[in-house]
């Protein structure tokens, strides 16, 4: 018999990061609903933070009164796992969080030590409060789950990326064309991997996937097989 402080369990999370529009979210759903487990988009934590900043007529610079955004996150922020749908307090704010000018302040925003400092406790908390979860972002493999046991980094060419975000925005009403959209992403992609902190990098073991050529349902299906490899699932047919 072994003393309880011997037995641990395998952190029950698999975590997708990659650029932007490269099917993370998308792909974590499915593995999520796949397993039953939850999955959380980090980066719609980083793009409400940005909203909030937004409406408040601030910029990146102006964190004077950061702790009382970042408070008000923690407190009012929820991503409804079954439908991805993002709400502050009772706001829905899942379209918003999406405009082309979000994003950049999300990412202006998300270079700030002081910001990552305080959203970093809020990410694990949603995450280690559930019984397994699929978690996408940026550094969810670097830092925020660096013991996790099953690590995707996901990339599709900038051309795919961009036209799969230019339909999204279309579908959602907003107006912006495909130059535009690949110049805010190649930017933001920039900032995200040359920041000093944290920046977008596989982590050192983490496996390499490329979406361009594949559907969601093939790059969820590569990460459930894994996932069974490392034996963090088994078939339900060997119970
Ligand atoms: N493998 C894929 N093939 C085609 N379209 C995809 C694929 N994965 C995701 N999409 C679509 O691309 C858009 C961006 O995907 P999303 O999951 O939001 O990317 P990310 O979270 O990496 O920014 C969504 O509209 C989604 O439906
Ligand atoms: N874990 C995370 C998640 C997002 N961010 C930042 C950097 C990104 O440009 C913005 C928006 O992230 P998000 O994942 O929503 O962006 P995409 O949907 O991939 O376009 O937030 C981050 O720095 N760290």
Not at 28 to 37: E, N, Q, R, Y
Not at 136 to 160: C, H, N, Q, W, Y
Request: charged share 30%; no cysteine; aromatic share 6%.
């Amino acid at each position: 018999m072994y003393p309880d402080h011997d037995l641990l369990e395998k952190l029950k999370v698999i975590t997708i990061d990659g650029p932007a529009g490269s099917g993370k979210s998308t792909v974590a759903k499915i593995v999520a609903t796949k397993l039953g487990w939850i999955y959380v988009t980090t980066g719609a934590i980083y793009r409400s933070l940005a909203l909030l900043f937004h409406e408040a007529n601030l910029k990146e610079k102006d964190l004077g009164n950061i702790e009382r955004f970042t408070s008000f996150i923690n407190e009012r922020y929820r991503q409804e796992s079954s439908s991805g749908k993002v709400f502050l307090g009772e706001r829905e704010v899942s379209h918003e969080i999406k405009a082309p000018h979000v994003s950049e302040l999300a990412s202006l925003l998300a270079q700030e030590d002081s910001v990552r400092k305080r959203l970093l406790p809020i990410q694990r908390k949603v995450v280690l409060n559930n019984n397994g979860a699929v978690v996408d972002g940026r550094d969810m493999g670097t830092v925020v789950f660096p013991d996790a046991p099953l690590k995707i980094f996901l990339t599709a060419s900038p051309e795919e990326r961009a036209e799969r975000r230019l339909k999204e925005l279309h579908l959602n009403g907003m107006k912006t064309n495909i130059n535009e959209l690949m110049k805010e992403i190649n930017e933001r992609d920039l900032r995200d991997t040359n920041r000093r902190i944290a920046p977008l990098k596989p982590a050192h073991d983490a496996i390499l996937l490329d979406s361009t050529k594949s559907t969601q349902e093939e790059i969820a299906k590569i990460i459930l097989k894994y996932a069974l490899q490392k034996e963090m699932i088994i078939k339900k047919s060997e119970i």
